[in-house]
């Protein structure tokens, strides 16, 4: 198995994933602040970065998912700030 430049960037997709949900389990992160948000969808857009190069479906799907969610995310994060 080779080993690319696409493979570390998704690598660090999952690091940022991964990170975000231990955050919020060992109760050091928000699930509510917009960090967990930006985590979560800047891991899936690094993931997605090494899907293009070596595409699988059900990876694609689960990314495009996360991405959309973490966006809605942010969009709250960022309407509960403004109404404080």
């Excluded at 992160?29 to 930006?38: E, G």
């Excluded at 059900?58 to 969610?69: A, D, T």
Aim: glycine residues 8%; positive net charge.
């Amino acid at each position: 198995m080779t080993y690319h430049w696409y493979d570390f960037v998704g690598n660090i997709g999952i690091i940022f994933i991964v990170a975000a949900y231990l955050g919020v389990t060992m109760e050091k992160l928000s699930p509510k602040k917009a960090s967990f948000h930006i985590m979560n969808g800047a891991g899936a857009l690094l993931i997605l970065v090494s899907l293009y190069y070596v595409f699988n479906l059900s990876s694609f799907i689960i990314e495009i998912v996360w991405l959309i969610i973490s966006a809605y995310g942010l969009w709250r994060a960022y309407r509960q700030r403004e109404s404080v």
